[in-house]
Structure formats: C-alpha cells, structure tokens
C-alpha cells in the first residue's frame, strides 16, 4: 500500500460552508494531483503540482482551489460549497519521469445538502 | 490528442475461467500503459504498466497484460479469475506529458 492519506473519508455538509479536503503523502513525492469521480465513473483531472509553490488547474474545471507549501501537503478547498460538488476526491502522487505510476489515497466521499 | 478507450462496461466470468478486460489507445508513437483497479469506497492501486521491452507484462496478484502495437491495444489478463477480483479496472495512458488520460473503467464480475 502507498502512504497516501485523505481525510476526511466522508463528509456530508450543508450548502455555503467552506471545505478543505486534506491530502498528505509519506512518499516524498513532487508531483501531485486532485481527481474528481462520480460514484463507478471515469476520473477527471482538477488540480496538479509539480512541487512546492506550483499549482495548475486540470482538464476538468473545478471551483475548487489548491495550494501546495509543503512537499507532502496538497489540500483541496471548496470556498463555499454546493450540491453540484457532491463527487468522490481522490488525491495521488507520483515520482518524476513517464513511467512512474501513480499511487492514490483512498478519497473523500463529499455530500453538500 | 492521446486517448483511451475501454469498449466494455461490464465483464462478467465464472471463479476459474480466464478473464480479459480490454483497452484499445490512441497516440502516435510510444505510449506508457498503465492498469489500475479499484474496490469499492477505495482509491485506485497500481497492477502493471508498460514502458519498453517484452509485450507480454506481468503485474500484481497474477494479473498480466499484452502490449500490440500494430492493434494499439492493451488488454488485462488473468489465467484463472478469482471472486475476490470482482472491482473496477482502469486503463490508462501517458504519451510525450507527464498527465495520465484514464479510460472509462470496466466492471468485473466473477461470479462463484
């Protein structure tokens, strides 16, 4: 098993709260990324960094917003959220170089009321 | 553009026969391959990926996958499928970027 932490693993919350999915790895990995995915669907690509201080949104547009001040940290934040966020979050990590796979948490499952 | 395609939703096979997932790319040159599973209410583990060599690339818990180049396709295998390999597979590919492009997942079945 790759150490890749997500918390919270659930989380049902009312509309216009601010949320922070937290995401750490033990891996000392640089590269990072935040995946969204609807429950047995493909997964969409929301936010990525390369390392410290880099962040860059992904192929799918997301309200969301990260941030990256330290290698193993990359949390995710929905400023205020909505039922249209209700989605599964799956963090990942990976080493440099293309044939480096990458090893996720195990996500947060997120429901705005 | 890369791409990746898993042309089944839904493979369903009997605890001890073979099974075979598929996945078909689209990009020009080399591509790196990758197989991922996923059980349920947990994130996606890493089984074999392609990067150069022997087409035919053995991964975790006896799962292999066969690399064609001319029918750009790289299909998951299993000799003997198990209950307990009941998930949701995922292929994916990377090509010249750093950005994995998965496929729309397959659902595997064994039925005991």
């Known amino acids: 098993e790759a150490d890749i932490y997500q918390t919270p693993r659930y989380l049902v919350i009312g509309t216009g709260k601010k949320i922070t999915l937290e995401c750490s790895q033990t891996?000392?990995?640089?590269?990072m990324y935040w995946y969204q995915q609807d429950p047995g669907m493909e997964l969409h690509l929301i936010h990525y960094?390369?390392?410290?201080?880099?962040?860059e949104k992904g192929d799918l547009s997301s309200e969301s917003t990260v941030s990256r001040i330290r290698t193993e940290h990359f949390p995710l934040t929905l400023e205020s959220a909505r039922p249209s966020h209700t989605s599964q979050y799956l963090c990942?990590?990976?080493?440099?170089?293309?044939?480096?796979?990458?090893?996720f948490g195990d996500g947060t499952r997120l429901s705005i009321l | 553009a890369q791409s990746v395609a898993q042309p089944e939703d839904q493979v369903k096979v009997a605890e001890g026969n073979p099974l075979t997932v598929k996945c078909t790319y689209s990009v020009s040159g080399n591509p790196y391959l990758f197989w991922y599973v996923q059980y349920p209410n947990r994130g996606l583990q890493f089984l074999l990926k392609y990067i150069t060599g022997d087409n035919l690339v053995k991964g975790s818990y006896g799962f292999e996958a066969e690399f064609n180049k001319s029918q750009t396709s790289f299909h998951l295998k299993k000799p003997s499928a198990l209950v307990s390999d009941s998930a949701l597979y995922f292929c994916a590919v990377r090509f010249e970027t750093w950005q994995l492009t998965f496929g729309s997942g397959t659902q595997l079945t064994v039925l005991p």
């Open positions: 891996m000392g990995h640089d590269k």
């Open positions: 960094s390369y390392g410290v201080n880099s962040t």
């Open positions: 990942a990590s990976s080493d440099p170089g293309g044939n480096q796979p990458q090893h």
